[in-house]
Structure formats: C-alpha cells, structure tokens
T-cell receptor, first 112, second 112 residues
Framework: DGGITQSPKYLFRKEGQNVTLSCEQN?????MYWYRQDPGQGLRLIYY???????QKGDIAEGYSVSREKKESFPLTVTSAQKNPTAFYLC???????????FGEGSRLTVL | AQSVTQLGSHVSVSEGALVLLRCNYS??????LFWYVQYPNQGLQLLLK??????LVKGINGFEAEFKKSETSFHLTKPSAHMSDAAEYFC??????????FGKGTRLHILP
C-alpha cells in the first residue's frame, strides 16, 4: 500500500545523545515535512523539503538536522543541542497539485 | 505569513448534537484550506479541503465546512455527533511558498 512509514514508533534516549527518526514514502511526492507536536501547541514545522537535495528550515529548526538524498526518504536527527526534545514527531509528504498532506503514524521520543 | 486560529482548545457536545469547530485564517486568501483529524497516538487524516471550487465543502464521516471570505473563516460542522467523532481536529492553510501552517487544534469530547 502507498503511504508514509515512520520508525521507530517509540524511542527512549538519554540526554546528550543524538537520535535519528526515519521517514520513508512511496507516494512519489516531491515535498516532505517534519512537524513536532506538543500538547496544546498544535503542529510546529521543523524542516521541509520541496525536492531532492534541498530543504528549508521551518519555524523551530534549532537543534534539528535533516537530509534529503533520495526522493523517498527524509530522516530527521534530533541533536543534543535541542533543549527539550521529548515530543511526538510527525512526518508528512505532500501532493503539490492538491496541497494535501499525507502523514505517518508518528514517532514518540522520550529523553530521560 | 499565514496564521490560523482555532477557537476553543476543548469542545464538548452531546451525542446526536451539532458539532461546530471554529477556524479563522489571516486576511489574505490562502491557496488551500484543510481540516484534519487525529486519533490518539496516530498521524493526521484529511477530513476535507477547500480549493476555491465551492464554498461549501463536504468531507468524510459526515463533516462539512463552509469557506466565508468576508469572515476569514472555515468552520467545521457535523449535524449529529457520534461517539467515534471524539478526536483532535486541526485546521490548516497553505502558503505560497508551500509551507503548511496548522492551528493549535481543538479536542472534541462527545458526551453520552
């Protein structure tokens, strides 16, 4: 089935460790996005990529990094510089003709 | 830049009653407007979208939304609430630079 796959679904890490969240899509979409979700704050854009080998910072990019070496993949690294990394992370890809976003199931990161 | 305001972080309605979730966008008309639904620990699913073809948009699960330019609003409604409608609902808009901006969300509670 076509869709977005995020892994892992749950992740626990110690403070000071970098963590990479995986996001893969087989929808042939050019655009991909990473959002962070915290209770009561909605979805905040971390990074987005409109095409392979290019990406832009969103509203809360500090402490995060991404790469877009393949159309299908858009991994997010949460670095030790991110002051409050515990959150629910959502990856999405977009049909740029309709603007519609397709979301993965999310990754819940807990930093101990 | 676009902004989205959802009035009411929590809304409670009785089963069978009208559901009304409010969304206002900033003054410039966005290319697209969306409503998404999120069930616990899952990604977001598209309920409906406005793309300027019609001001009254029908979506899945009996939901609909009306675009009102004069009020800069895109409120979501459903005539009769069902227990399965309990979830968090997000209004979103696209910007011309392909960024997609979300409101903070409204959690809908259905009372038996």
């Amino acid at each position: 089935d076509g869709g977005i796959t995020q892994s892992p679904k749950y992740l626990f890490r110690k403070e000071g460790q970098n963590v990479t969240l995986s996001c893969e899509q087989n929808l042939n979409h050019d655009a991909m996005y990473w959002y962070r979700q915290d209770p009561g704050q909605g979805l905040r854009l971390i990074y987005y990529s409109q095409i392979v080998n290019d990406f832009q910072k969103g509203d809360i990019a500090e402490g995060y990094s991404v790469s877009r070496e393949k159309k299908e993949s858009f991994p997010l690294t949460v670095t030790s510089a991110q002051k409050n990394p515990t959150a629910f992370y959502l990856c999405a890809s977009a049909n740029t003709n309709t603007g519609e976003l397709f979301f993965g199931e999310g990754s819940r990161l807990t930093v101990l | 830049a676009q902004s989205v305001t959802q009035l009411g972080s929590h809304v409670s309605v009785s089963e069978g009653a009208l559901v009304l979730l409010r969304c206002n966008y900033s003054s410039s008309v966005p290319p697209y407007l969306f409503w998404y639904v999120q069930y616990p620990n899952q990604g977001l699913q598209l309920l409906l979208k406005y793309t300027s073809a019609a001001t009254l948009v029908k979506g899945i699960n009996g939901f609909e939304a009306e675009f009102k330019k004069s009020e800069t609003s895109f409120h979501l409604t459903k005539p009769s609430a069902h227990m399965s409608d309990a979830a968090e609902y997000f209004c979103a808009v696209t910007q011309r630079d392909d960024k997609i901006i979300f409101g903070k969300g409204t959690r809908l509670h259905i009372l038996p």
